[in-house]
């Protein structure tokens, strides 16, 4: 049984996407979760279907559909460290790794789930899955949380072996659904193939086929 979930991840809907059924299943069971966002995702390319948003209004709409999707999943806490979009990389580490340090120092999670560094596809992904482990590293041996490292670039498997765990997560979907509902500024396109039943049609062009079944990690060994 975890004592306190900690998730760090760069944009709204990260945690949805990547993790939602497994959240919803440790905030089921009463462990609670905290979840370090780091943008707003205000350079985000989708602006609703059809269009709602503007570059402008878009960030005030996506920290609103992080609230939203937050509640579905039962995340009790949200810190947004206020970074820009898309500029991750180009923030000082250093600075970055002592903020999360001091979160990790003050909440003492048991887990941490976080992008795996150099396998998660978008540069804001692997900068701030890197400054996370290397915040976690500072801590003591005895001290550090277990870490499950999400990861989905297309070599991953092929360089990490195959994932260490696999959550049915079957029982949240419909909670899931609604996470990714509340996203609605990025999620239209994900929700029609949803409907369309195309999400249950597995194929190398559709890697969301598993999008509400399961969920994959990999244990990050320091």
């Known amino acids: ?19 939602g059924g ?13 979840y370090i966002c780091g943008t707003l995702g205000q350079m985000g390319r989708n ?9 402008e209004s878009l960030p005030n709409i996506r920290e609103a559909e992080l ?3 937050c509640q579905a999943l039962g995340i009790q806490n949200v810190i947004k460290l206020g970074l820009r979009d898309k500029t ?6 250093e600075l970055l790794v002592d903020r999360i340090e001091r979160i990790l120092r003050e909440i003492r999670p048991s ?9 998660a596809v978008h540069p804001d992904h692997n900068a701030l899955g890197d400054v996370t482990i290397r915040a976690i590293s500072r801590l003591n041996a005895l001290e550090r949380p277990i870490v499950y490292a999400h990861a989905f670039s297309r070599d991953c498997q092929d360089v990490l072996g195959p994932p260490d ?10 909670v899931k659904l ?7 500024s990025q999620s239209q396109g994900i929700l029609e193939r949803i409907s369309s039943g195309k999400f249950k049609e597995q194929s190398l062009e559709n890697s969301f086929s598993h999008l509400l079944e399961n969920e994959s990690f990999w244990t990050y060994r320091f």
């Open 22 to 34: 497994t959240l919803a299943l440790f905030a089921k069971s009463g462990i609670p979760v905290t």
């Open 88 to 93: 991750v990389e180009f923030e000082d580490p």
């Open 165 to 174: 765990i696999v959550n049915d997560i079957s029982s949240m979907s419909e």
């Open 111 to 119: 887990l941490v789930l976080t992008h795996y560094p150099g396998y």
């Open 178 to 184: 609604a996470a990714i509902r509340a996203h609605r």
């Open 47 to 55: 602006m609703g279907k059809p269009f709602f948003a503007t570059r």
């Open 67 to 69: 609230e939203e999707a």
């Open 1 to 19: 049984m975890e004592q306190h979930v900690l998730v760090v991840f760069p944009h709204p809907d990260d945690e949805t996407f990547g993790c």
